[in-house]
């Protein structure tokens, strides 16, 4: 069965002339086959793009967790390597590059909050689950369209 889940990271990023810009992306995952995962959701990224909406894949295996967040004319590429020295800072931490148009014009850390990590935990679905869930909210939005009018 293929899962689904939802994650956060926030951080900073310094472009090349200096400028330090807050970054953060929320997004939804579904499994595609083994580790791989596609998302989409939204990123924040100041100057680079600000409640811009974005796509991406993820690919999970032993030795490392790779994320390639695309939105507008930027890519946000990061690796996570686990580390059993360190697994807490290893699963947490996300060294980034950001590029735009295959240029790099930032780079930075962004960071998993383990306040985070209820609503993360409990965001793991299996996809039938998340199916039905978006087939329920697009009937809902449909009936309430009727009630109220509009298209």
Same mark, same amino acid.
């Given at each position: ?8 990271? =926030? ?10 810009? #807050?970054? +953060? /992306?929320?997004? =939804? ?12 959701? $939204?990123?924040?990224?100041?100057? *680079? ?8 894949? !993820? ?5 490392? !967790? ?7 004319? /930027?890519? %946000? ?20 590059? %950001?590029? =735009?148009?295959?240029?790099? $014009? ?7 909050? %383990?306040?985070?990590?209820?609503? *993360? !935990? +409990?965001?793991? %679905? #299996?996809?039938?689950? $998340?199916?039905?869930?978006? /087939?329920? +909210?697009?009937?809902a939005a449909v009936a309430r369209?009727? !009630?109220?009018?509009?298209?």
């Amino acid at each position: 069965m293929k899962l689904s889940f939802q994650e956060t990271m =926030r951080g900073e990023v310094m472009s090349l002339s200096g400028y330090v810009s #807050p970054i +953060a /992306f929320h997004i =939804r995952t579904r499994q595609t086959h083994g580790g791989h995962f596609e998302f989409d959701g $939204v990123v924040h990224a100041g100057p *680079f793009g600000d409640e811009a909406t974005c796509q991406g894949e !993820l690919v999970i295996s032993l030795g490392a !967790l790779v994320y390639e967040v695309r939105w507008n004319d /930027f890519v %946000l590429k990061g690796k996570k390597t686990p580390s059993v020295f360190s697994p807490l800072r290893s699963m947490t931490v996300l060294p980034v590059t %950001l590029e =735009r148009k295959g240029e790099a $014009v930032a780079s930075g850390t962004m960071t998993f909050d %383990l306040l985070d990590l209820p609503s *993360f !935990l +409990a965001s793991w %679905l #299996p996809m039938p689950t $998340v199916h039905t869930r978006r /087939f329920e +909210a697009r009937h809902a939005a449909v009936a309430r369209r009727q !009630l109220v009018g509009g298209s």
